[in-house]
């Protein structure tokens, strides 16, 4: 039998050919053993279980469980009923007699719970290496770190022993094992996956994260897991968009070059100009941000408020037991008993500053990029000086939680010394959807293979909306395209990118003359017309009607034929509109009209 790939579309593809269940366990356990890594589990499900667990799943059936047969693995501080949870601390174990409630939706979906995963004690560090059990080796350097806390999650889906895994994060602890480890990181927006039953951190700021090879698979478990849990007060209602095309013009913030921060990691920066020169080649465009605020925010979180929230979750544990806890996290939480309520007010006080200020910055563009991690540290280096290293870790994942941000790291290439060079993206909470989307092209573009497999990526599906998802398409021609003015009116009413095309040819496209704002109009003339370059956004029918009533004459909405021969309705400009109007169909579009023309 040849090789059974784990990413989720080649292992149900392998199922359909007739592969069977107890062939996927058999080489989860033989993979186990290859890797020789005893300080990825912290407990293992027993194969019997595991096989009894497939055999109650009934025949494959995709549809209704989409995780049908799909081996993870889940930190060791979210409840898997029947296993221990330790939260890397043998002397706190439990028995949960229930499911974490976003295990209980991936049971539902039909995926396999081989085992608990490793971590930096209380999920308290971003390096990997706070833990009493055996260190998880980096896949793809033993010598260096894993990342942390999540650190037996990454290795364990990096290494293709399971199709994804469950970790948390809090300040970077789903993404920095990622960008370490040559995988994706999918950290929601905060209450997108319940939290229930989960150990906590900070449960202001937890979120469960996604590790997995493919920012599609990251997504689907997403989608799958992502819920509102009226059991837990930090849930949220966050709607989940389908992982559609992105537009192909959007606004980039990255960090100011003044601002960046390598501590001398040449082979990383020359990896994230890479990156960039990546997402400039999609299309987007760059817009440099400074980021001292961002920073500041970031430092934060170590200090007053959420450093006592860390007491608080474990105050009665650690009084009773503070000899049995791992000395760095030991010396960082326990710095929580000098604080006073006055320091935690003085932090909350000093974010909603921040917030106030960077909410503005956040909104001016449609997302962000920076490196997920600003070096590689090597086990010897952090085991040297535990706190700095861990610190330095964090510059640009800290303070994503802090201003309510959603994420994703996703791989972007190998540096020059052959280590994994990884980028985050990320966006205002609700736009894990947008992130996802841009990541998947970044990742397609790096050509990479996945994890530390081998396995050549997946051939990308088409993604976009099906014509039964109750939507409308809406062909736009001017300034409602993607980065142009009034695009924010589409987004604004719900419309999401589905294509870009062009007209049939049998139009023309003209500058209306007398307008306070440059405005093209499009109209069909049969013989003598040309294709135009379009966007086809697709907006809810409910809103729909709404947006039509606002548009001003001379424009109004017909219907367009576009090249592949469909028919959406679109922007169109009556007759009347043409008085005094230039012919400026010969740019073939409005967006290269605009860059082309001569300014007088």
């Known amino acids: 039998m040849s090789e059974i790939r784990f990413d989720i579309g080649s292992l149900h593809a392998a199922y359909r050919d007739g592969v069977g269940v107890g062939d996927v366990i058999a080489t989860i356990y033989a993979r186990i053993e290859t890797a020789d890594d005893p300080g990825i589990f912290i407990h293992l499900a027993a194969r019997a279980d595991l096989l009894a667990a497939a055999e109650a799943l009934g025949p494959f059936d995709p549809v209704t469980k989409p995780l049908w047969g799909v081996p993870v693995a889940v930190k060791d501080n ?3 009923a029947g296993m221990p949870t330790t939260a890397a601390c043998a002397e706190y174990a439990y028995m949960p007699q229930v499911d974490a409630t976003v295990v209980a939706r991936l049971n539902a979906a039909g995926a396999l719970v081989v085992g608990k995963t490793n971590l930096d004690q209380f999920a308290t560090g ?13 896949a ?16 364990a889906t990096a290494r293709g022993i399971v199709s994804f895994a469950l970790g948390t994060d809090t300040a970077g602890s789903g993404r920095i094992p990622a960008g370490l480890n040559n995988i994706v990181g999918l950290k929601p927006t905060v209450g997108a996956l319940s939290t229930g039953g989960v150990v906590p951190a900070c449960r202001t700021l937890d979120c469960v ?5 493919t920012v599609d698979d990251a997504y689907a478990v997403f989608s799958v897991a992502a819920a509102r849990d009226a059991a837990d007060p930090y849930s949220r209602d966050i709607a989940v968009q389908p992982l559609a095309a992105r537009p192909p013009v959007l606004s980039v913030g990255i960090p100011a070059k003044a601002d960046l921060k390598f501590f001398g990691d040449a082979a990383m920066q020359a990896g994230f100009e890479a990156s960039l020169a990546m997402l400039s080649w999609l299309g987007c465009r760059l817009v440099e941000i400074p980021f001292g605020d961002f920073y500041a925010t970031a430092n934060l979180l170590y200090e007053g408020a959420w450093v006592a929230e860390r007491y608080a979750a474990i105050a009665d544990f650690m009084e009773a ?3 049995a806890m791992h000395p760095v996290t030991r010396k960082i939480i326990g710095g929580a008993r000098k604080l006073s309520a006055a320091d935690a007010f003085r932090g909350l006080y000093a974010l909603q500053a921040y917030r106030a200020k960077l909410t503005p910055v956040i909104a001016s563009v449609d997302l962000f990029c920076v490196p997920t991690a600003p070096t590689h540290y090597t086990t010897v280096a952090v085991l040297a000086d535990p706190v700095e290293t861990n610190s330095l870790l964090g510059t640009y994942t800290n303070f994503v939680n802090l201003l309510d941000m959603c994420g994703i790291a996703v791989p972007t290439g190998t540096r020059d010394d052959g280590l994994p060079m990884s980028v985050t993206l990320l966006a205002a909470a609700g736009l894990d959807g947008l992130v996802a989307s841009v990541a998947r092209d970044l990742h397609a573009a790096s050509g990479l293979t996945l994890g530390a497999t081998g396995w050549r990526q997946p051939s990308a599906q088409p993604v976009g909306a099906s014509a039964e998802d109750g939507t409308i398409e809406l062909v736009v021609v001017g300034a409602h395209l993607s980065g142009m003015p009034l695009n924010g009116q589409l987004r604004e009413a719900g419309a999401r990118f589905c294509r870009a095309m062009r007209t049939a040819s049998s139009y023309k496209l003209y500058e209306l003359a007398g307008q306070a704002t440059p405005k093209p109009g499009l109209v069909r003339v049969g013989n003598g017309g040309t294709a135009i370059e379009v966007e086809v956004w697709r907006l809810p029918a409910d809103a729909f009607g709404h947006f039509v009533a606002a548009i001003p004459p001379p424009l109004g909405i017909g219907s367009v034929e576009l090249d592949d021969g469909s028919i959406a309705k679109g922007f169109l400009v009556e007759s009347v509109g043409l008085l005094g109007a230039s ?10 009209f605009l860059s082309d023309r001569v300014p007088v």
């Open 78 to 80: 979210i409840d898997v």
């Open 126 to 138: 971003l390096v990997g290496v706070r833990t009493p059990y055996p260190i998880p080796r980096n």
């Open 583 to 592: 012919d400026i169909s010969s740019f073939g579009g409005w967006r290269r």
């Open 321 to 323: 037991n503070e000899a």
């Open 209 to 213: 994260s996604v590790f997995a090879l």
């Open 140 to 155: 793809i350097d033993a010598s260096l770190v894993p990342g942390g806390s999540s650190s037996g999650s990454a290795v």
